[in-house]
Each structure stands twice: as structure tokens, then as C-alpha cells.
């Protein structure tokens, strides 16, 4: 009798995939001149904008010790919080419009991400060359070379970041009296901490992670799909147009042969940031950086075949069904967030620099005043908003014979002051009945347009 085999365990299989690097390949085109255009745009607004001055002050601050916002001639403080709400029913409001409209176009162009991830691959291509180059460099082993390369590369990055980081606070402590402090070593604890951290986080998420923060971490890449319809625009693959895909020499007439336009070449796989293969259809992953676009594009022109084989195109045209970019939910988001631009802009255009907050006393309703006159007590607080100070009158209005009485006939109000007194308002006895509305109004000496008026009710028997 044979002795039993002892039995083999079982080979541990992981759960999760090993992440590959990928070595985006370049590319020209027109998508292309366009990413390039938003790159400079974006962070050209980024590292300029602190060091433009504006009335003797940085053009965009956010002072959060003083609780001022400077955005150039516009001051705001922690009344005007309500803007911010705005703006950002605005941005969410807009990212469901361009998502409906053409899925990520925020993702491909404009995000941070994106952004600054580009830079970063740029900054690779000029210390370790083209995608061969660099794929050859990290399987080589190390040598004076490719310390060389390594080095330079995450030098430049390391600047870079830093450089982010440090506009970043700039945004928030005056740049200038940043960079006084930073070149001194005189940063305080909270500056230096964000400085820090801002630059290990674009040196990490730009030259490390890149398109694992859109794959993995980014939420938009996975409730994306909620915004988009069949009338979407994507880029997408044309299966019926490029299969069956196969290389073939260039006289080859593909309609003859039986075979589709695409001669598999991987050119649209290569350039994809995210290392997906979009003629597998739609996926989570795509950014729509339309790279891919412009590396088929280039392959056809070549092949002497129409272009588009990769294109911005809906699920509906895809299928050869009529589709229809302009319809109901484009309309209703295009028209409620014009309305909301248009409000905020008018908003913001009819701001003044001065609010006046009315209460009543609480104490004594109404007095009965020796003449017969009744008098009602208000608690005023006057707001300058302005980054100057004024002088302001107070008046009231709404009933005949009101008059307004205060312990002084002008009122200084610091820039950024709040300004608390009480104000008695009296009628004649004649005038006075039951709960009437009256109008206080404050104004500037010097400046009438500087005025705000708040109602209130004036209380008698």
C-alpha cells in the first residue's frame, strides 16, 4: 500500500493588483493646445495673483486675523458669507451643467490634479526623456546617470512644490512679508506647518500618485455617472467604424480586406494618463483629456484615413440614433445657473460698504413723554466695510413728525468698526397708534452713496 502524499496548501492569491507605473506618452494636437492653454492660465492665475498690488495692498487676500477678504477693489468680511455660499451653489451647480453637457471636462483641464500633474510629467520628460527613455531608465540599474536624472528631476520638483505651497499661504499672510519671514526663518508655527504640508502634498499627489488620486480617491470619478444621459458627450471609440482592428500595410484598402480602420497600434493607450484603453468602452477612469483623441487623429492622418475614429461623440450617436445635445435638463441648468451669475454679479455690483443692524429695546416698549409725544429706544449697530474710515448722519422717516435724537449729531466709524448705539425715535401722540413701520437710515458725510436703511415698527398705545 502506497503511503498517502501529504496535501500541498493551497497558493495565497492577493485581493489587490500591484500598481504599475505608467509612462504617459507625449503628444500633439489640438486637445492638447488647449490643455497646455488652461495649464498656463490656471497656474499662471495661481503664482501671479498675490504679488499684483491693488490700493496699496495685496489684489487677492484673505486676511482671516482681521476677518477681511480683499478680491481687488472688493472688500468682505464675515457679514458677507453669504457670497461664498452663492459662489459655491454656483461651482456645484456648473459641474452638473458641463458634466451633462460633456462629461469631465473639469477632470481633463482644469482640476488640480490635473493640473499640476502635467507640469510634473513635463519636468520628467526634461531630466529622463520620452516614454522609451524612461521606461529604460527605471529597468536600468542605478548609475551615475540615472542618479543624475533621478536627482535633477525631484530637485525641480521639490521646488516646484515648494513654490506651491508657499503661494498657497500667500494667499492668506501678505506674500511679500511672507517671503521676508520665510528667507529670515521667521515663519510662525501655522505658516510653516501649511507651507509643509501643501508642498508634500503636490510633490506626492503630482509626481507620485497622479492618476491614482482621479482612480481611487477623487468621488466625481464614481457618482459621474448620475450626471450623464445618452445625449452626453464622451470620447469614445467607433466599434462599428474600427473593428476588426489589426495591423495592416499602408496600401492595404481596409473596406476590401474586411478589417476595421484601427491597425492596433496602442497609440490612444500609450498617451492615456490613467494607462486605460478607451476602446473598451466608456470607464470610470477616462478624465476626458481627449489625449487619446489627438493620438488617433494623428495616427489616421498618416494612414490617409478620416479622422475621428476616437472623438467627442453621445451613446445615442454611438448607436447610430438621432442625438440631441441641446434638451430639457441642459435648459433648466443653463437657465438657473444664468440667473444665479446674473444675481450674484448684480449683487455684488450694488454692495455697499456699510450695514446698519436695528433692535429694539427690550426693556421698555414705548414712554409717554411729558408733551404727550410717544418714544420708542432702538440698539443701532452701524458696520464701515470700507477700508477707510467716514462719518456717518443718522435720519428716520415713515410717519409724520417722527424725529430721531442720539447723544451725538455724528457718528466716526472706523474702517472695519462695528459701531454700537441706541437711537430714541418720538411722535406726536397724534400720529401714534397701535404697531407702525418707520425707516432708519444711515449715510456717509462724505460719501452719500455710502448708505443703508433697515425697517423697524414703532410700538405706541
Known amino acids: 500500500m502506497n503511503a498517502p502524499t501529504p496535501q500541498q496548501s493551497p497558493t495565497p492569491t492577493s485581493l489587490y493588483e500591484a500598481h504599475k507605473k505608467i509612462y504617459p506618452r507625449e503628444v500633439e494636437g489640438r486637445f492638447d493646445r488647449l490643455r497646455r492653454l488652461a495649464v498656463w492660465v490656471l497656474l499662471g492665475l495661481f503664482y501671479l495673483l498675490p504679488w499684483i498690488p491693488w490700493d496699496d495692498r495685496q489684489s487677492v487676500l484673505f486676511d482671516l486675523p482681521a476677518r477681511k477678504f480683499y478680491v481687488f477693489g472688493l472688500v468682505f468680511w464675515p457679514q458677507d458669507f453669504f457670497y461664498l455660499t452663492w459662489l459655491l451653489i454656483i461651482a456645484g451647480l456648473s459641474l452638473f451643467f458641463f458634466t451633462a453637457l460633456a462629461g469631465r471636462l473639469w477632470c481633463g483641464y482644469a482640476c488640480p490634479q490635473t493640473v499640476w500633474t502635467d507640469v510634473f510629467i513635463r519636468v520628467e520628460r526634461f531630466f529622463e526623456g520620452d516614454r522609451n527613455r524612461r521606461i529604460k531608465l527605471d529597468r536600468g540599474p542605478w548609475n551615475r546617470d540615472k542618479l543624475l536624472r533621478k536627482g535633477g528631476k525631484h530637485l525641480a520638483w521639490i521646488v516646484l512644490a515648494v513654490w506651491t505651497g508657499f503661494t498657497f499661504v ?29 508642498s508634500l502634498a503636490t510633490w506626492g499627489n503630482a509626481g507620485f500618485m497622479r492618476e491614482q488620486v482621479c482612480k481611487y480617491m477623487c468621488p466625481y470619478a464614481r457618482f459621474q455617472s448620475a450626471m450623464f444621459d445618452r445625449d452626453t458627450l464622451i470620447i469614445a471609440y467607433d466599434t462599428g467604424r474600427g473593428e476588426p482592428r489589426g495591423p495592416r500595410a499602408r496600401s492595404v484598402d481596409p473596406r476590401k480586406a474586411g478589417i476595421g480602420d484601427c491597425v492596433d497600434c496602442k497609440a490612444c493607450v500609450q498617451v492615456c494618463p490613467t494607462g486605460i484603453d478607451i476602446r473598451e468602452g466608456l470607464q470610470y477612469e477616462c478624465i476626458a483629456c481627449a489625449a487619446c483623441i489627438d493620438a ?13 475614429l476616437i472623438r467627442y461623440t453621445s451613446q445615442k450617436a454611438l448607436e447610430g440614433k438621432e442625438s440631441h445635445v441641446v434638451r430639457p435638463r441642459m435648459l433648466v441648468y443653463g437657465a438657473l445657473l444664468g440667473l444665479l451669475m446674473v444675481g450674484f454679479v448684480v449683487s455684488i455690483s450694488m454692495r455697499t460698504p456699510v450695514s446698519l443692524d436695528v ?4 426693556n421698555t416698549l414705548y414712554r409717554t413723554l411729558a408733551d404727550g409725544s410717544i418714544e420708542n429706544v432702538y440698539l443701532l449697530r452701524i458696520l464701515n466695510k470700507d477700508t477707510r474710515p467716514h462719518i456717518y448722519l443718522l435720519s428716520v422717516s415713515g410717519l409724520d413728525g417722527i424725529a430721531i435724537e442720539t447723544d451725538q449729531a455724528e457718528h466716526a466709524v472706523g474702517p472695519g468698526e462695528v459701531y454700537s448705539l441706541a437711537a430714541r425715535v418720538r411722535i406726536p401722540a397724534d400720529v401714534a397708534r397701535g404697531s407702525q413701520e418707520i425707516q432708519l437710515q444711515v449715510e456717509a458725510v462724505d460719501n452719500p452713496s455710502l448708505t443703508a436703511r433697515r425697517d423697524a415698527r414703532f410700538l405706541a398705545p
Open 296 to 308: 488617433c487623429d494623428d495616427v489616421m492622418d498618416r494612414l490617409d484615413y478620416p479622422r475621428g
Open 359 to 362: 433692535m429694539r429695546d427690550r
Open 170 to 198: 500667500g494667499f492668506f499672510t501678505p506674500i511679500q512679508e511672507l517671503a521676508g519671514k520665510l528667507l529670515t526663518l521667521s515663519t510662525g508655527p501655522w505658516e510653516s506647518f501649511w507651507i509643509v504640508f501643501y
